[in-house]
């Protein structure tokens, strides 16, 4: 039996150039792993230039064949987003994957948001999305390719001190959709997936920050009726997915990975 870590078919991505925004660690990390591992030539863009490099040299030196290079930008600056691509232009002169995962999340009441959180995580969440793609649509080939977007349960179900973070995963839906359609002249798939609890650095961050980790951990465990969390190569492997031929005749989807927590929700 294969495990969320492992790929079923081999080289799904053979010779294909992917750019993967928030690929410095977590869900990004994850997805730039796998699609090394199918044969991608990976770029990963993040504003975090130590994890970027180190992740960047990590994968590399599993595979030295196919090394991963690291871009800096800031998805809130547009000048620093075309600097990345036109790198990616320079280097390949195309890009057949793209995929947008880089997001921030703010924890805090209504009362609590000023416009600058407002802000933030709209412009790197969102804008930030819409940006990049508008600056790497012009690299696809005639053939065309696909584009990931990473969403979230957020965007459907509503969740305590959440309102620019669900809106802005309610707009990469929305994104996601328009852009399938307006895309598909030009054979760029676009979809979505939506995560549930997933396992990440960030996600320990926060445990660690609760009064009570331990009671906080089995509490969003047992919401999932697969009777676990997410890890960041579950959304690997679905990202994996919709960026192969495997899909070929899917766009403007939003694939919900999260467990069955929403299915529950509405039980």
Not at 169 to 191: D, P
Not at 194 to 218: F, H, K, M, Q, V
Request: net charge negative; with cysteine.
């Amino acid at each position: 039996m294969s495990t969320p870590n492992e790929s079923r078919s081999p080289n799904r991505l053979d010779g294909r150039v992917a750019l993967i925004s928030g690929g410095a660690q977590g869900i990004g990390r994850a997805i730039a792993t796998l699609f090394q591992r199918e044969g991608a030539c990976v770029f990963i863009l993040d504003c975090d230039a130590r994890s970027g490099n180190e992740t960047a040299a990590d994968l590399t030196g599993q595979n030295p064949h196919l090394p991963v290079k690291y871009l800096p930008a800031d998805l809130r600056e547009p000048r620093e987003i075309q600097n990345a691509v036109e790198t990616v232009r320079k280097l390949h002169g195309r890009v057949d994957i793209l995929v947008n995962n880089a997001g921030v999340e703010l924890d805090k009441s209504l009362e609590q948001l000023t416009m600058a959180d407002w802000d933030l995580v709209l412009n790197v969440n969102l804008r930030g999305a819409f940006l990049l793609t508008q600056a790497v649509v012009p690299l696809f080939a005639e053939s065309g390719g696909a584009i990931v977007n990473i969403s979230s349960i957020h965007a459907t179900h509503a969740f305590p001190d959440s309102i620019p973070y669900a809106c802005s995963k309610a707009g990469m839906v929305a994104l996601t959709r328009n852009l399938a359609l307006e895309l598909s002249s030009r054979h760029i798939r676009v979809n979505c997936i939506c995560p549930g609890y997933i396992d990440t650095r960030l996600w320990e961050e926060y445990l660690r920050s609760s009064a009570n980790p331990t009671a906080l951990a089995e509490q969003t465990t047992v919401l999932h009726p697969l009777g676990r969390r997410g890890m960041p190569a579950d959304i690997g492997e679905a990202a994996l997915f919709l960026a192969s031929d495997s899909s070929a005749f899917i766009t403007g989807t939003d694939l919900i990975v999260d467990g069955g927590l929403t299915v529950r929700a509405h039980s």
